[in-house]
Nanobody
């Protein structure tokens, strides 16, 4: 059974930090790219950050560059999103995503249930 479980969300003041975790099981973790998405009320889900395997390749949304850092730990089968200098516009539900694309065109993709991040004074 595939599971992605996010944790670490919460309420933080502007300028504060949070570290989100995504613990996984049920699939070959090292073969998958890991991405963090977020969805704010009334908005579409957007890609925040992604990390390939090995973790040489990373990508970030322009709105979070320099503030967020994505990482992964193959031994713990986990991924993380360190979020610094948080802003009210970062408020959203954050989702962990694992995706594998195979050369024959097949794609495997899994999602976590999300964790709420609220940035407010």
């Amino acid at each position: 059974q595939v599971q992605l479980v996010e944790s670490g969300g919460g309420l933080v003041q502007p300028g504060g930090s949070l570290r989100l975790s995504c613990e996984t099981s049920g699939f070959t973790f090292q073969g998958y790219a890991i991405r963090w998405f977020r969805q704010a009320p009334g908005k579409e889900r957007e890609l925040v950050a992604g990390v390939g395997n090995p973790a040489i390749y990373t990508t970030y949304a322009e709105t979070v560059k320099g503030r967020f850092t994505i990482s992964r730990d193959a031994i713990k089968r986990a991924a993380y999103l360190q979020m610094n200098n948080l802003k009210p516009e970062d408020t959203a539900v954050y989702y962990c995503n694992a995706r594998l694309r195979i050369l024959d065109g097949r794609e495997f993709e899994y999602w976590g249930q999300g964790t709420q991040v609220t940035v407010s004074s």
